[in-house]
């Protein structure tokens, strides 16, 4: 099975896997919107965090083996892929009831309040990362 | 996974899956209201009726598809004049009792109905189907349950006062497929069900996060820190950053001193 290795040494923070991350899990417009794209990037799933001492850490979601979000989510709707070991959300059982993103210790279970209220996570896009595909310094590297 | 035809095309579905499952997956369109993935179906609402003749029967029949299981050779239909009938029906009933409920009728538009117009009342929009409850019992709360008989018959906390066991979590607002349920929501105070739940604030920028009873219940039945619950996720993720980067300064200076350890 694949990884997303993170090699923090090798970032840049020149942030193409934010933006790649956005567009990647791009959503449809609100009704009403005035702009005519149809989709609008969404919430990214992983940030670059740049730290005084001038290193960048790419932050993402760390797919735990006994993972606090699964153990939080009363209605099954987070599980693992067993196809690319990624915790998924199944956003049909979500109930929001927001304590997965409270149990994550690391803050990478968020709520997406442009999409009507979403919980959205990293979820490896199903075995293809965008983020490491726009990685140009192989800080990110899915292999 | 096992064939069945469903309005005259063949279907795959896994063993076991619920019919409606099953129809919507392979992308056809079959209304409910009570239906939620989160919990076992219960066939309350009686929207999602289809026509099914098994294997081998003679006759066919209108049933709920979310509690029919699909098996091989099922013949369905999803929008047989049968089935139209039973669902006006089913929409004139909900109807009476919540004629101002704009997902009621928007559901009689697209059923091709007439509905009333004029001044309607209350948009009193319950309509009785228990996803809320289900949905409170399926994270152990039990907070709520449904109380009196016939026309009296509602949702609310035991003997209809506001229910103690509740935790402010909100699941059942944001499941109910009327919006019924009054859910308000201002700075860090949740109201719903006649209680008063304060958001806890992040403890490093204070940002409002979840009620302090779900953190609470959270933190005792499994066994979550309270620290951690008591951060927001951006606050979660600098601290977690923090961390990183010292490990990261640690091992670079150590890769340029030569240090072995």
Same mark, same amino acid.
């Given at each position: 099975m694949s990884r997303l290795q993170v090699t923090p040494? @090798? /970032?840049? =923070? /020149? @942030?193409s896997c934010e933006m790649a991350c956005a567009f990647a899990h791009a959503v449809s417009e609100p009704a009403g919107a005035t702009a005519s794209l149809g989709l609008q990037p969404g919430r990214p799933r992983l940030r670059i965090w740049a730290s005084p001492g001038a290193a960048f850490i790419p932050m993402l979601c760390l797919q735990c083996d006994d993972a606090r979000c699964v153990r939080a989510c009363a209605y099954g709707a987070l599980a693992r892929s067993e196809t690319t070991g990624a915790i998924e959300l199944d956003s049909r059982r979500c109930t929001r009831c927001l304590l997965c993103t409270a149990a994550c210790p690391f803050g990478n279970v968020e709520l997406e +309040? +442009?999409? =009507?209220g979403l919980v959205v996570k990293c979820d490896l896009c199903h075995g293809a990362p965008a983020c490491a595909k726009f990685c140009p310094t192989g800080a990110l590297a899915w292999s | 996974m096992i064939e069945l035809n469903i309005d005259g095309v063949k279907v795959m579905a896994p063993e076991g899956a619920r019919l409606l499952d099953a129809a919507r997956d392979a992308g056809f369109r079959v209304p409910s209201l009570c239906h939620h993935p989160a919990v076992e179906p219960e066939g309350a609402c009686r929207l999602c009726v289809v026509e099914l003749r098994g294997a081998g029967e003679e006759h066919s029949r209108v049933v709920p598809s979310c509690l029919e299981v699909a098996r091989a050779g099922m013949t369905v239909a999803t929008a047989s004049e049968d089935v139209l009938s039973v669902r006006r029906t089913v929409l004139e009933l909900l109807l009476q009792r919540s004629p101002a409920s704009p997902v009621l009728r928007a559901l009689a538009a697209q059923a091709g109905m007439e509905t009333a117009a004029g001044p309607l009342g209350d948009a009193h929009g319950c309509i009785l189907c228990g996803l809320c409850t289900r949905v409170c019992a399926a994270a152990g709360f039990h907070a709520i349950s449904t109380l009196g008989r016939g026309a009296e018959a509602r949702v609310g906390g035991p003997g209809g006062q506001p229910p103690q066991d509740c935790v402010g979590c909100a699941a059942c607002a944001h499941v109910c497929p009327t919006g019924h349920i009054a859910l308000e929501e201002s700075g860090s105070r949740r109201g719903i069900w006649g209680r008063d739940f304060e958001l806890l604030p992040c403890a490093e920028c204070g940002v409002p996060t979840i009620p302090r009873e779900q953190a609470e219940r959270a933190a005792s039945s499994l066994g979550f820190p309270s620290a951690d619950l008591a951060r927001c996720p951006a606050c979660n993720r600098k601290a977690t950053a923090v961390t990183f980067g010292r490990i990261v300064a640690l091992s670079s200076t150590d890769a340029r001193e030569g240090v072995k350890r």
């Open positions: 040494n @090798r /970032c840049s =923070g /020149c @942030r +309040a +442009a999409m =009507g | -």
